[in-house]
């Protein structure tokens, strides 16, 4: 008999009283017990075994001498065992299946929200890789550049090509630069030559001074 609790503090448990006392029972370890025994239950071997202690109690009880049998025909006392057998069977049977279901619906559970954050990741990579695709979309790419430089250096030689035909091309070509050179030559010969003519006429004495005749004799 449990003894009256009073609570001095309203955070205390209630506990009801109670004349019968209560037995605390270990529901996981019992739900074990209960899984192995319905697994032997639905083995070869349960069945073989079985059948080999009905056998041995019907030969018994049916060929024994008559004081030695202890449950003679129509086997009541073996009746009453397979139904007490039956009857804790049964509930033991259902205890496992209901394990087996919330362990099945937890593993159910557990592969949706593992599928959903399968589909997020998916989703999710995919936007990325959409968005990659659009960047390098308007990235210049090595192969881009180089295709563009050969298309402008190709309308760069037709344009020369046009340019030279029409005689007014005067590009860096090796037959024009002898030419370039003779040219710079004579026209530095000259230069030099008009410069010495001037300095000549420079150094004649009384030139500031002479006769008409002679301001018009001077050389130009």
């Known amino acids: ?18 004349l019968v006392p209560r037995f605390s029972i270990d529901r996981e370890s019992f ?4 899984e192995r025994f319905a697994r032997y239950l639905g083995t070869s071997t349960f069945i073989v075994q079985m059948s080999v202690f009905l056998l041995a ?14 449950d003679g025909y129509p086997f009541q006392f073996m009746t009453l065992l397979l139904s007490l057998q039956a009857s804790y069977a049964a509930p033991l049977i259902l205890l496992a299946q209901n ?9 159910m559970e557990e592969d949706r929200s593992r599928a959903a954050q399968t589909k997020a990741d998916t989703e999710y990579l995919a936007r990325e890789l959409a ?9 210049t790419t090595r192969d881009y550049l180089r295709g563009e430089l050969d298309r402008v250096r190709a309308d760069l030689s ?3 090509e046009a340019l030279r035909d029409v005689g007014m091309a005067r590009g860096p070509l090796a037959s024009d630069t002898p030419k370039v050179s003779a040219r710079s030559k004579e026209r530095a010969q000259k230069a030099k030559k008009s410069k010495l003519d001037k300095d000549s006429v420079v150094a004649v004495p009384g030139a500031g001074a002479g006769s008409p005749d002679d301001e018009d004799s001077t050389p130009l």
């Not at 008999?1 to 109670?18: I, S, W």
């Not at 739900?31 to 209960?34: C, D």
């Not at 394990?99 to 593993?107: A, F, L, T, V």
């Open 57 to 70: 109690w019907f030969l018994w009880n049916s060929l024994a001498p008559q004081h030695l049998r202890f």
């Open 1 to 18: 008999m449990t003894k009256p609790v009073t609570r001095n503090n309203l955070g205390d448990p209630y506990v009801k009283n109670t």
């Open 99 to 107: 394990r087996q279901d919330d362990r099945d619906r937890i593993s």
């Open 31 to 34: 739900g074990v017990v209960s």
């Open 131 to 139: 968005a990659l695709r659009m960047k390098m979309g308007d990235v």
């Open 158 to 160: 037709e344009l020369t």
